[in-house]
């Protein structure tokens, strides 16, 4: 016997047949098929039994007891004609008699599809009875468990909990099942027709008054579930086909031992990239062991660092051991296997920079942020590092690698070819960052000035680090840089850190920032002069060279640089002037007499420096001075004007001095009265103030 799909007239279960005894001996006409519809709770009344119930009766016994019918003793043919009637009401009594006598001595015990009050089948053969009945969830279940089929099982199970132990409708009393129909054949004519519909046909009590009952199935469910579970991972495993397993591990898996098993065995298997996508990323209870977790990360170390830092992502620290880790990872760089030269995947140096950021979290996860934070000074992932030291205040922590910090958002192509201005303002924040620190005596300035200055191509950021020092610039906002007292306290003071580096800040102001190195130079005192002179002559900076021969007292040579080298009267006369030294102006004319243009500037600005005849005698007869003329009456007119404001000046002298002689005059002419005391009054005075 085989079962066939009615719709499709395909067979279902190649597998499944049902052998039925000498088969080949019978015909079709051997056969019989009986129905027994379905009995509902509304149609169930007191059976009663009678002799001329007792062919029907014996079929409702067949289905309900079969064993009375094939343990009887009497022979039970088919009904023959209408002249058998009576023999075969006694052959029925006598049956009837028989069973209730052997009924009396024991109680039998039905079959379990007996118990169901669905609709039953009977297909009778004269060796066999065969008895067919709607197969519940619980049965496909277990069909499926039977022929392997186990992911049909598992999905079964997870969306029909029931099946497990049975369905709720079934009754396991055989007391509450009446011994007889209680219906006639034209009841059950009438209600063959009622139902209209095969669902309705097929229908059972219990699914037509279906009630919630709260059963707890959990425990039991879940259990079976992980069973059936471990029995679709070894059919795929032994199968061959560990990506599938993989993909079902998170779905079947439920406890830490059967995790730790299953993934030992992707591991053993060399299958990590099945498995590691599941591994649970929350911890379970128990915990799984965390070696599970670090021989994974230790395979995609070596292997895949890609997907050691997805991982490393994705699982939290608390699954596994940090150090463990720390050192895999710290092992690998200290190898040179990876460096960051090397290129994967097409980009130099990727997986150097995926192990080092990698690092420098494991060293945050383990609470160790110094040596995070040079990590990312190294990967020059300048937003990490500052965050971290404004978050940890670790500015010191980075006193040993201060090119490391000031290099952070500086690209080695950048400090090839990028300009000055760009230089400054990729490593502002970090100069910034230091003056500020410098001002709180964290990281002092010969620390920072002695590691630039030994370090190749450092010149530029020493001296944007020496100017920002110089001028006070403790923040790397612009509008902070405006005159205010805390500004002027933070630049006095941080020009007072630049005096201990005087030396070092001349040639980088003479290099880089010329306005800057004037200012230096007349505002410092800490500065060598020879040094200073010697920086000057070498870059021919005139200027600042006439200001420090000035300083020198070497007035002469400074004033001859000026007119030899600058070729400047407006100049000179201003250093004359501001030197009001008579034997400088006598080397200042004699050098003019030559020079008709220079005698022409003395004229237009000299003033009252010198005597005005002193200048006119000395020019020489006969030299021809362009625009003489014009100076000869500037020079007039000026002394005209500086009379002319001395006479003013004169006269209101002479005014204050009168006022001042009349009201002398009145005071004195004025009488003061004033009592004489006795001599007596003079002694009490005395000892009163005493």
């Given at each position: 016997m085989r079962i066939i799909d009615i719709n499709t007239k395909e067979e279902l279960c190649v597998a499944d047949t049902l052998n039925v005894s000498r088969?080949?001996?019978?015909?079709?006409?051997?056969?019989?098929?009986?129905?027994?519809?379905?009995?509902?709770?509304?149609?169930?009344?007191?059976?009663?039994?009678?002799?001329?119930?007792?062919?029907?009766?014996?079929?409702?016994?067949?289905?309900?007891?079969?064993?009375?019918?094939?343990?009887?003793?009497?022979?039970?043919?088919?009904?023959?004609?209408?002249?058998?009637?009576?023999?075969?009401?006694?052959?029925?009594?006598?049956?009837?008699?028989?069973?209730?006598?052997?009924?009396?001595?024991?109680?039998?015990?039905?079959?379990?599809?007996?118990?169901?009050?669905?609709?039953?089948?009977?297909?009778?053969?004269?060796?066999?009875?065969?008895?067919?009945?709607?197969?519940?969830?619980?049965?496909?279940?277990?069909?499926?468990?039977?022929?392997?089929?186990?992911?049909?099982?598992?999905?079964?199970?997870?969306?029909?909990?029931?099946?497990?132990?049975?369905?709720?409708?079934?009754?396991?009393?055989?007391?509450?099942?009446?011994?007889?129909?209680?219906?006639?054949?034209?009841?059950?004519?009438?209600?063959?027709?009622?139902?209209?519909?095969?669902?309705?046909?097929?229908?059972?009590?219990?699914?037509?008054?279906?009630?919630?009952?709260?059963?707890?199935?959990?425990?039991?469910?879940?259990?079976?579930?992980?069973?059936?579970?471990?029995?679709?991972?070894?059919?795929?495993?032994?199968?061959?086909?560990?990506?599938?397993?993989?993909?079902?591990?998170?779905?079947?898996?439920?406890?830490?031992?059967?995790?730790?098993?299953?993934?030992?065995?992707?591991?053993?298997?060399?299958?990590?990239?099945?498995?590691?996508?599941?591994?649970?990323?929350?911890?379970?209870?128990?915990?799984?062991?965390?070696?599970?977790?670090?021989?994974?990360?230790?395979?995609?170390?070596?292997?895949?660092?890609?997907?050691?830092?997805?991982?490393?992502?994705?699982?939290?620290?608390?699954?596994?051991?940090?150090?463990?880790?720390?050192?895999?990872?710290?092992?690998?760089?200290?190898?040179?296997?990876v460096r960051e030269d090397t290129v994967e995947g097409g980009q130099v140096g990727r997986d150097w920079k995926i192990l080092m950021d990698s690092l420098a979290k494991l060293y945050l996860a383990d609470g160790r942020p110094r040596e995070a934070l040079h990590c990312y000074i190294r990967l020059q992932d300048a937003d990490a590092a500052m965050n971290l030291i404004s978050e940890k205040h670790l500015v010191d922590a980075v006193s040993d690698d201060i090119p490391g910090l000031i290099l952070l958002r500086v690209s080695k192509e950048q400090q090839k070819t990028a300009p000055l201005s760009q230089l400054e303002e990729a490593s502002s924040e970090a100069i910034h960052l230091l003056v500020k620190e410098a001002h709180h005596g964290i990281v002092r300035p010969e620390t920072v000035i002695a590691q630039l200055e030994k370090r190749a191509g450092m010149l530029p950021y020493l001296f944007f680090y020496i100017r920002a020092l110089w001028n006070g610039d403790t923040t790397h906002d612009n509008d902070a840089r405006s005159s205010t007292p805390l500004n002027d306290l933070a630049a006095s003071k941080g020009r007072s850190l630049v005096s201990s580096f005087a030396d070092t800040a001349l040639p980088l102001f003479a290099e880089y920032d010329r306005p800057l190195l004037m200012t230096f130079l007349k505002t410092s005192q800490s500065y060598t002069l020879e040094t200073a002179s010697t920086i000057c002559e070498q870059r021919r900076y005139i200027p600042e060279l006439v200001y420090l021969l000035s300083k020198e007292g070497r007035t002469k040579r400074a004033l001859f640089l000026i007119i030899d080298e600058l070729q400047d009267v407006s100049q000179a006369i201003a250093f004359a002037k501001e030197q009001d030294d008579p034997d400088l102006w006598d080397d200042l004319l004699d050098y003019s007499m030559s020079k008709p243009r220079f005698i022409r500037g003395l004229l237009e600005e000299v003033g009252t420096a010198i005597n005005p005849i002193t200048l006119v005698r000395r020019i020489p007869e006969g030299l021809e001075i362009e625009g003489l003329r014009e100076g000869l009456s500037r020079m007039i007119k000026e002394y005209e004007i500086q009379d002319s404001i001395s006479e003013g000046v004169a006269r209101v002298l002479r005014g204050e001095v009168a006022i001042g002689m009349s009201t002398l005059r009145t005071g004195q002419k004025r009488g003061i009265k004033f009592e004489v005391a006795s001599r007596v009054e003079k002694v009490n005075g005395e000892a009163h103030g005493v």
């Open positions: 088969f080949e001996s019978l015909s079709a006409t051997d056969y019989h098929l009986g129905i027994l519809p379905v009995v509902h709770s509304s149609m169930k009344t007191t059976a009663q039994r009678g002799t001329l119930e007792a062919i029907g009766g014996g079929i409702w016994d067949a289905t309900m007891y079969p064993t009375r019918l094939f343990s009887s003793a009497v022979s039970v043919g088919s009904a023959g004609s209408s002249n058998d009637h009576g023999s075969s009401k006694k052959a029925a009594s006598g049956i009837a008699s028989t069973v209730d006598l052997q009924a009396s001595k024991a109680v039998q015990v039905p079959h379990p599809s007996l118990l169901s009050l669905g609709m039953k089948i009977f297909i009778q053969s004269p060796y066999d009875c065969v008895l067919a009945t709607k197969p519940t969830i619980s049965d496909h279940f277990s069909w499926l468990d039977n022929h392997g089929m186990y992911e049909d099982a598992w999905n079964l199970l997870d969306k029909h909990p029931e099946a497990v132990g049975g369905l709720p409708d079934r009754e396991s009393s055989i007391d509450s099942i009446p011994s007889t129909p209680t219906t006639s054949r034209g009841n059950r004519l009438d209600l063959t027709k009622a139902q209209s519909t095969l669902m309705d046909f097929f229908a059972d009590d219990a699914s037509q008054n279906a009630t919630s009952v709260a059963q707890n199935f959990n425990s039991q469910v879940e259990k079976e579930k992980r069973r059936i579970g471990e029995l679709w991972l070894q059919h795929l495993v032994a199968a061959g086909n560990w990506t599938k397993a993989g993909q079902i591990c998170g779905k079947v898996l439920g406890t830490s031992s059967s995790w730790e098993h299953w993934i030992w065995e992707f591991v053993h298997a060399g299958k990590f990239e099945e498995i590691a996508p599941v591994i649970p990323t929350t911890q379970l209870q128990p915990p799984l062991p965390s070696l599970v977790y670090e021989v994974v990360l230790g395979h995609y170390i070596s292997r895949d660092r890609v997907r050691f830092k997805e991982l490393l992502q994705r699982w939290p620290p608390e699954l596994y051991d940090i150090n463990s880790i720390i050192q895999a990872v710290e092992g690998k760089l200290k190898d040179k296997d």
